[in-house]
């Protein structure tokens, strides 16, 4: 199991490599070598989560290579197979599969098509080794590499000064959580004197009551460490504060969209803190902090994609908000129903966004839903695949977003936090707003583009329609299928993250997927959903009134809260200010001036003096010489 499991890994990577070595070759031979690696992975994915469920096989971690070995610590590759991996592992790849396939036809009038899948492929294998990663030193080079490709995939029109600024936002704005992330490994190796997973986890207790000072004042160690790695964690998978840099990746092509925020990157952070659950279980007051957090994100970005009209940037700011709510279930303690909502947004959020791909295609580039009208019956697949991923976005009973959602609302408000509850009930209103909003207009709504009589009669090509058909069925019955081994602890009994809160959930308030379905139609959630749908009806599709924001309202949106301003130009400013103070201090004064120039000097005049001693007279060397071995018999008698 543990060579397939590398293999998963491996193949992403062979592909990549293989790619930048045909580099100019035909298209053709780029298409077969970045489909067919990410294929083979995504079925040997599918074979050993099969094979784990089936044959009772128990967690596994083991160390392929070590790099240094120093009494009891050591840097090393290794894999950590277990139920969680695995599931992850089949949702990435399967994912990265419809978007390579669906990028066939999308990317074929690009020039750099090859380079489009040499970064898709490194992509891919970025994030599988954070999947498989059994220690943290392992963690962290995933988490670095994954930052790095989404940077060359969002900026990959590097003749788009857009594109180049959003690339350069999200580098940055990863770059301040990735400082948060490097003190909490570097406090857990101090504390731990490991890197590895279950020793970490085994040890966790020893430094449970321990302190840590920081500017004369203690804290907890381990709550230190569980929110330095959050903060890493909050702009990966874009949490308030650090959330702003994730619209403006749509700079990249759509694919790549999908890429980012359905299965890769943005989850990251959902994984890492789900991986290591066991050490947040202690840390109730970072387990608050999360909780608020993830709530906050949920309703307020929701919020923000009222006033968006940028089909893309709307579902990505869903995206943010739909993070929050797997986050809020992290803060919660609901692990498993974190990942759960993760699974399956992960699928209807790639349908989005490969829907909104075709709807620009056709539509030649427009992304304005203010200009684009009238798709449904020019584009009637896509128009039932967007019909089927917005509701489960919305969370409609029998959807897999249904059973996600409902399950992380009603557990935060079955354990009594309130406001967090709260905030969740009103993002369920603005989620179903903004996203009737795209529908409503897009397929219904007029049109002022001229398409030609051709574009009105045919549908995209089938090699993006396809992934479209795909998708539809993990989006609309994943959920059903996944809810009740989730919810009695099943699907995740052999790995890391705990399910036993979500056991008693589990037992306390449903029994079957069937009871919690029709319980649903009972709870203030189904009241909350059904008023929106009404209200969004009347609105976008009837228009039957009008409502104007106030203009402050949509100046605090549109600035979202103060963060879009502090993004764009303060955080550029500290860091271009400390760069340059670095630059000239140690570039510029301590290493040029003072290493490379004092010690150039220094030789120089070295040279200069031991040159006299050089006249070219036998007896001037011979002198020399002796007087050296008088020197070296001194030093040898002197030591002995």
């Not at 040029?592 to 001037?620: A, C, M, P, Q, W």
Request: overall charge neutral; proline content about 2%.
């Amino acid at each position: 199991m543990i060579y397939l499991a590398l293999l998963i890994l491996i193949l992403p990577l062979l592909g990549t490599l293989l790619l930048l070595y045909i580099q100019s070759s035909s298209r053709k031979l780029s298409i077969f070598v970045s489909n067919i690696s990410i294929l083979l992975s995504f079925l040997i994915s599918i074979y050993l989560l099969y094979l784990y469920f089936t044959s009772s096989y128990e967690p596994l971690s083991r160390d392929i290579l070590i790099f240094a070995n120093v009494q009891t610590f050591s840097l090393a590759f290794g894999l950590y197979i277990d139920s969680l991996s695995l599931i992850m592992s089949a949702v990435v790849t399967s994912v990265s599969l419809l978007v390579h396939y669906y990028s066939i036809s999308y990317m074929k009038d690009e020039t750099s098509y090859n380079r489009f899948f040499v970064y898709t492929n490194f992509f891919t294998f970025s994030m599988l080794l954070i999947v498989f990663s059994n220690n943290f030193f392992q963690l962290f080079i995933g988490w670095e590499l994954v930052g790095l490709s989404s940077y060359l995939l969002i900026g990959f029109w590097i003749k788009k000064d857009s594109a180049v600024k959003a690339n350069y936002k999200a580098f940055l704005v990863n770059r301040v959580g990735d400082v948060g992330l490097i003190l909490g490994l570097c406090l857990i190796l101090i504390s731990y004197n490991t890197t590895d997973y279950n020793q970490v986890f085994n040890l966790k207790g020893l430094i449970s009551n321990s302190e840590t000072n920081i500017f004369g004042f203690s804290f907890n160690t381990l709550s230190v460490i569980c929110l330095l790695l959050f903060i890493g964690a909050m702009a990966k998978s874009a949490q308030v504060p650090l959330h702003f840099w994730l619209p403006d990746s749509m700079e990249g092509p759509t694919p790549i969209s999908a890429l980012i925020h359905a299965a890769t990157m943005v989850t990251a952070g959902i994984y890492m803190v789900a991986r290591l659950s066991p050490l947040y279980e202690l840390t109730e007051d970072v387990s608050l902090f999360i909780l608020y957090i993830g709530s906050i994100t949920a309703f307020f970005l929701g919020l923000v994609a009222l006033i968006q009209n940028d089909i893309k940037r709307i579902i990505a700011y869903s995206t943010i908000s739909q993070l929050g709510y797997m986050t809020a279930a992290l803060g919660a303690s609901l692990y498993s129903l974190a990942i759960f909502h993760l699974i399956t947004h992960a699928f209807f959020k790639a349908l989005l966004f490969l829907c909104a791909g075709s709807i620009i295609i056709k539509c030649h580039h427009e992304q304005d839903i203010r200009k684009i009208g009238g798709l449904k019956k020019i584009m009637p697949i896509t128009y039932l695949a967007f019909l089927y991923a917005s509701l489960s976005l919305i969370g409609f009973p029998l959807t897999s977003g249904f059973y996600s959602k409902e399950s992380i609302i009603d557990g935060i408000g079955y354990y009594g936090h309130t406001i967090p509850y709260a905030m969740l009930l009103l993002s369920i209103f603005t989620t179903t707003l903004y996203t009737s909003k795209i529908f409503f207009k897009v397929f219904f709504g007029d049109s002022t583009l001229h398409l030609s009589k051709n574009e009105t009669q045919i549908e995209n090509d089938y090699e993006m329609l396809a992934p479209l058909v795909i998708l539809v069925a993990p989006s609309v019955f994943l959920g059903l299928f996944l809810f009740d081994p989730l919810m009695s602890g099943k699907l995740f009994e052999s790995s890391t993250i705990s399910g036993e809160l979500v056991s008693n959930f589990y037992y306390d308030y449903v029994i079957n997927s069937l009871e919690f379905f029709l319980h649903s139609f009972f709870t203030i959630n189904f009241l909350i959903l059904v008023s929106a749908i009404i209200f969004s009806y009347f609105y976008y599709y009837r228009r039957s009134f009008t409502i104007k924001i106030p203009e402050i309202i949509q100046t605090i949106l549109k600035k979202e809260y103060g963060f879009n301003p502090l993004a764009s130009n303060y955080i550029p400013k500290i860091q271009s200010t400390f760069t340059t103070y670095l630059w000239k201090s140690i570039d510029i004064s301590t290493i040029d001036n003072g290493v490379i120039n004092r010690t150039s000097e220094l030789f120089s005049k070295l040279s200069y003096k031991v040159r006299k001693f050089h006249t070219g007279y036998i007896y001037h060397n011979s002198l020399t010489i002796i007087s050296a071995l008088i020197l070296l018999l001194i030093l040898i008698r002197y030591k002995y």
